[in-house]
């Protein structure tokens, strides 16, 4: 039996759970979104993948798991474990500029960047940010309509200037 070295193996893994979509913004893959933290492959060739939630109780943890899971071992990984690690907690500066690009050209605003040098976050939530540029028309001149919109992580805002509304994903 011939297999492959251990650190091909890994990115192969990697690649695999990168591409799994997140499945409330399916336009997003798990690396777009952050969650991704890491695969390792152990001694006995098991493939260990990391995911950290974007929220403490995020219901969307199970789906991601569970798909992170059947790609690996449909990719022939006989033996697979998805782990939750907490700490450190998730920001959407993990969002990676893909994500950010994909997120906009889906109609859906991106958070802010963080100030600059921020380095640790909470999962706490300050007010609502007062501009948050119309992912249609890029108009500053919006406001936000409810704090939560489809799911928890996004607010629902509308456009003053277009009169579209859009969700935003919130910055955390």
């Given at each position: 039996?011939?297999t492959?070295p251990?650190r091909?193996?890994?990115r192969?893994?990697?690649r695999?759970?990168?591409?799994?979509?997140?499945?409330?913004?399916?336009m997003?893959?798990?690396?777009?979104?952050?969650?991704l933290r890491?695969?390792?492959?152990?001694e006995d060739?098991?493939?260990?993948a990391?995911l950290?939630?974007?929220y403490s109780?995020?219901p969307?943890?199970?789906?991601m798991?569970a798909?992170?899971?059947?790609?690996l071992?449909?990719?022939?990984f006989a033996?697979v474990r998805?782990?939750t690690?907490l700490a450190?907690s998730?920001?959407?500066?993990?969002?990676?500029?893909?994500g950010?690009?994909?997120l906009?050209?889906h109609?859906?605003?991106?958070p802010?960047p963080?100030?600059?040098?921020?380095?640790?976050?909470?999962?706490a939530q300050?007010?609502?940010?007062?501009?948050?540029?119309c992912?249609?028309?890029?108009s500053p001149d919006?406001?936000?309509?409810?704090?939560?919109?489809?799911?928890?992580?996004?607010s629902?805002r509308?456009?003053r200037?277009?009169?579209?509304?859009?969700?935003?994903?919130?910055?955390?």
């Amino acid at each position: 039996m011939v297999t492959s070295p251990p650190r091909l193996d890994e990115r192969r893994a990697r690649r695999i759970a990168a591409e799994v979509p997140d499945p409330e913004l399916p336009m997003l893959t798990l690396a777009d979104l952050g969650v991704l933290r890491g695969i390792e492959i152990e001694e006995d060739g098991t493939v260990v993948a990391s995911l950290t939630p974007t929220y403490s109780g995020c219901p969307a943890m199970a789906e991601m798991r569970a798909e992170v899971a059947a790609r690996l071992r449909a990719a022939g990984f006989a033996g697979v474990r998805v782990r939750t690690v907490l700490a450190p907690s998730w920001t959407t500066d993990w969002i990676t500029a893909e994500g950010r690009r994909k997120l906009a050209e889906h109609g859906i605003a991106p958070p802010n960047p963080s100030p600059a040098g921020r380095v640790w976050l909470t999962l706490a939530q300050g007010p609502a940010p007062a501009a948050v540029p119309c992912p249609q028309c890029g108009s500053p001149d919006t406001e936000e309509l409810s704090r939560f919109a489809a799911t928890a992580c996004k607010s629902l805002r509308r456009c003053r200037t277009c009169l579209e509304p859009y969700e935003h994903v919130k910055d955390i």
